[in-house]
């Protein structure tokens, strides 16, 4: 992968190609047929031959001309013979089209006014004169010998197709016409036989004589034999009416057999049908893939059956691997002057008798101006005949050489050799034959474009140019080099040129990492490892060096300098990889690594990020080699492993390290993994017991180890109760196996216990209740009197662990003290109680109890979350709801309980509860005293509550608007307006009392709210009243309205001599004024 995104980024540096150029290179060649050109202009001049018309490609080439000749050519393009006369073709007219049969002894000639001649091609003789093969006065558009040298097919400018049959009797030379297709039921203006190569003359299917035509408006497939029969109708839908249809018959391989594919196109989509022919001698016809294009054709041609040669309609040709439909290439051959057959297609000969469609079609048509054998394609041109031909492999590399395209040169040959590269010609052989080939072509490519690099490098300037310059050239020699596996090409002359300039060398080295790297490079040579391992010092790529250095084989390096520069740059990983595998040596590269990270572990003292680093190198390197894995990667050899894990279990249990200072306590290499990491340290030697097999040795390597873990960190006391933890969560996990040989004092987990669930050490409360928690779900209760156990839990206040102990006993409603009893637990609670009381897998008694539990705590469980205990009460109490607020003590307790309980914006279903009314009105006198702005719009959510007695209760409180609410809903209207109305007056009433006591002006927008409040209440209701009554609500209101206006000249508003008050005071009595036209018009109305 990393190899073909260079090439592509290489070929993006290069000069800007054709796409399809710069990765097929030149696909085809197109050719002037100088001798054949040269003499259809010397017939025109010499024997009044006319204008070319038509031709037909065989191994003879045969063209027609304007003034009814036909030219034949060899294929050294030598002119054998000129058939007929400008006398015959005067009475004729011109030829418009032509067929050789198989054996190329015999040529038919249709002509412009509709006759038919047959020639012999050994003698030049005429042989058939055919005037009454089809109506007269229609011109021949198509003629075609089938396989059946006996056997032709016309078509005719009057659309109609008519069945040749020659015979010879009695020396008598005949032709027998019959009419396959009338004109008259649609014009066809395109036929095609099927044609079978000499090697499947045998297919089964040949035998019917197979035959496409193409009308205006579908396409036919009909057998000729052994009786006429139509096999195929296939309707094109909508086109452009002027596009030309066009048809072509190959031979493909599909799958495991060899079958007819019919292409047909008319416009911008070419479609392919597969034709095969079942056991019972039925013909079936399989759509295949389409072809898209953004062009329309004029002429389709199959080059072979993976190649597909398209000519659009204005001149360009289009090849197309039809496989994956992508386009090789694109050549204009405007220059050919092609040959058009409009005029034939109108029948100008014969008076110009066709239909306007098929007149249309013409304009475009030119079926005799193209013709197709042994993979090639000629064209026909006014003066010229061209030919086009695929190219050979050999020949596109060498264009592209031409050219100085040498990147895609090499890609190009890169795919003959991995059999990617489309439209191969001239790569024969098995494939290990081709590849040899193809890698010797591209061995000399290889050679010729590193001289080129080097006489090419820019020998002045920046460095940065040349090093550009070389990072653009020699990345694709290496690439190649490898791609070819030819390492000695690569290591000998391309690296002894490269090693001529510093630059390239450098560059040429740094291409070999990639490699190196996914293991692709091996039997790099020892001076080509030395180079490139100063070349990444040098340069300051330590890591890059690194990285080399764990995939390559040291043992030809000098093993004490590569250690040396490795511990230097901090190269922990390669270090140890060449301690390992050029020494075979486990144990130094652990003590050289100990060294730097014990002193500050034994001190005390924090590490360095270095140190952290070489510590935790350290821990993974102990692992692999415990486990049998080489490090950083690989694996050990098998025969050491045994050995390997001796030789660490060994060191890790050394009483001391070597030159160990006086001071230096007992097991140092164990006692420094565990200050490091004791969780991982442990974890590593866990993975090591599961690999362990039951023998002798392992047995005493395992009890060994866990002796000395517990020497270390129970006699010691600088560890953390974490730490402690881990070593006997791991003993527990340990001792809990099935096949368990360890031995562990139980005495010391009493010990442990009695660490971790002090109480008088308040410190890490969590972290010591994790730590046992996890001890005894790792299988550590085993080691435990489980009453002892709880009592002490109960004691340090570890409610995870009491929980932990009750549900093994099944006590699940003392669990549900654990939960109220933990500060940070308590709201889980409810959703244990739900769990226990809703989920299947527990028995009646224990739901019971639990549920006993929670009712004999509502009271603590509602102070914990009244909207949690309610939603639990709802689902599972709803009995008991008028039971649980007769306990309830706490008035404002009972309030958030009721309000989440009652009120729906809570969210709690209330088709659920089955509650009297008296809840929903002692909920309602609660709201009044806790929440009294909410009253209004609570009453408008709940429907279950009696209104006399929530009448009472909002009128104890004075709530006027809720009391005016309920009063409407009751139906009492003019008692709802008095509440309004008293309500608004007193609002007035202290407005002029505040206003002669103080200098504070009450809230306008209070009275303004009140009054928008009254006039809804009034006209919701006036509709429904007569007019008496809505005169006892509109008067008092208005005579309420209208008593501050009179106050306006009086002393009260004396007092406000502040101007802003003053403006308010009008503004507040002009926005009466509107009320009171507002409420003459209602009264008019």
Known sequence: MIIFQFIFLTLQRKKKLHDSFSVHGSVIR??????????????????????????????????????????????????????????????????????????????????AKGQITMWDLASGKLLRSITDAHPPGTAILHIKFTDDPTLAICNDSGGSVF????????????????????????????????????????????QYSLLAMASLTKILVIGLKPSLKVWMTFPYGRMDPSSVPLLAWHFVAVQTSVNPVL??????????????????????????????????????????????????????????????????????????????????FKSLATGGNVSQALALVGEKACYQSISNCGGQIFYLG???????????????????????????????????????????????????????????????????????????????????????????????????????????????????????????????????????????????????????????????????????????????????????????????????????????????????????IAPPLAAGKSLSDEQVIMGNKLLVYISCSLAGRAYPLGNIPEDLVPLVKNQVFEFLIRLHSAEAPVDEEVYPYVRTLLHFDTREFLNVLA?????????????????????????????????????????????????????????????????????????????????????????????????????KLIQMAEKAEFYQICEFMYEREHCYDKIIDCYLRDPLR???????????????????????????KAMKHIEELLSVSPSKAADMISVHFSDQIEQIIQTLQDQHLLFQFLKSLLDPREGINQDLLQLSPSVTEQFIELLCQYEPDQVLETLQFLEVYRLEET????????????????????????????????????????????????????SLKNIEDTLAKTIALCQRNSHNLDQQQREALWFPLLEAMMSPQRLSNSTVLCLYSDCKYVLLWHRCILQYDLYVLFFLFLLAS
């Open 687 to 787: 993975l090591t017991f599961e690999d362990f097999k039951n023998d002798k040795q392992a047995v005493e390597y395992q009890q060994r180890i866990v002796d000395i873990l517990l020497k270390v960190m129970v006699e010691n006391s600088d560890f953390t109760p974490s730490q402690v933890g881990c070593l006997f969560t791991f003993l527990a996990r340990q001792l809990a196996k099935p096949n368990n040989t360890l031995f562990v004092n139980r005495t010391l987990f009493d010990q442990v216990l009695e660490f971790l669930c002090s109480p008088d050490d308040d410190s890490r409360h969590s972290e010591r209740q994790q730590v046992l928690l996890e001890l005894l779900q790792a299988g550590g209760i085993v080691q435990f009197e489980e009453s």
């Open 263 to 344: 292409a047909f196109c008319r416009g911008d989509v070419v479609h392919f049908l597969l034709v095969k022919r079942d056991e019972s001698g039925a013909i079936h016809v399989t759509k295949q893939k389409q072809l898209h294009l953004h062009y329309d054709l004029i002429n389709f041609t199959w080059i072979n059956s993976r190649t597909v040669v398209l000519l659009d309609s204005v001149e360009k040709l289009h090849v197309i691997d039809r496989q994956t439909q992508e386009e090789l290439e694109t050549v204009e051959i405007s220059e050919v002057q092609l040959v058009y057959n409009s005029s034939h």
């Open 30 to 111: 197109v050719s002037l047929l100088k001798g054949i050109s040269a003499q259809i202009a010397s017939a025109a001049a010499k024997v009044d031959a006319g204008l070319p018309t038509a031709i037909a490609a065989s191994s003879l080439i045969a063209v027609g001309t304007s003034h009814g000749l036909a030219l034949i050519f060899d294929p050294n393009q030598a002119l054998r013979l000129c058939l007929g006369s400008t006398a015959v073709g005067a009475q004729y007219g011109a030829i418009s089209a032509l067929s050789i049969n198989n054996d190329c002894s015999r040529l038919l000639c249709g002509f």
């Open 951 to 1002: 009448i009472q209760a909002v009128q104890k409180y004075q709530l006027h608007e809720a009391s005016s609410y309920l009063l409407e809903k009751k139906g009492d209207i003019h008692g709802a307006f008095l509440v309004m109305l008293e309500w608004l007056q007193s609002k007035l009433l202290t407005l002029t009392h505040e206003g002669e006591k103080s200098t504070e002006v009450p």
């Open 382 to 596: 006014t003066k010229s005949v061209h030919v086009m031909t695929l190219r050979s492999w050999r020949e596109r590399i060498d264009h592209l050489l031409k050219q100085e395209c040498l990147n895609e040169a090499l890609a190009l040959a890169w795919s003959f050799h991995e059999g990617k590269a489309k439209a191969v010609v001239g790569l024969s052989g098995d494939e290990h034959k081709r590849k040899a080939v193809v890698a010797d072509r591209m061995v000399e490519i290889l050679i010729h474009y590193a001289d080129r690099t080097m006489k090419k490098c820019p020998d002045q300037g920046k460095i940065q140019v040349m090093e550009q310059y070389f990072q653009d050239m020699v990345p694709v020699i290496v690439d190649y080099c490898l791609l070819l596996q030819r390492m000695d090409l690569l290591f000998s002359q391309m690296y002894d040129k490269m090693r001529e300039n510093s630059v390239a060398k450098g560059v040429f080295l740094e291409c070999l990492e990639p490699y190196i790297l996914s293991d692709k490079l091996v039997g790099i040579t020892a001076q080509i490892m030395k180079d490139l391992l100063l070349h990444f010092q040098d340069k300051n790529l330590m890591a890059n060096m690194e990285a080399c250095i764990v995939h390559m084989d040291v043992t030809s390096l000098d093993i004490q300098q590569v250690v040396l520069m490795c511990w230097e740059n901090h190269l922990y990983d390669a270090m140890i990889y060449v301690y390992n595998s050029g020494m075979n040596d486990f144990i130094t590269p652990m003590e050289k690594l100990f060294k730097v």
């Open 163 to 206: 069945e040749l049959s020659f015979k010879r009797v009695m020396g008598v030379r005949t032709c027998e016409s019959r009419c396959l297709f009338s004109g008259s039921k649609g014009e066809v203006c395109c036929i095609e036989p099927l044609h079978a190569k000499a090697e499947l003359r045998d297919h089964p299917i040949t």
């Open 826 to 852: 308590k709201e889980e609670v409810f959703g244990y109680i739900h769990n226990i009381l809703s989920i299947p897998g527990y028995s009646a008694e224990e739901k019971q109890s639990v549920w006993q």
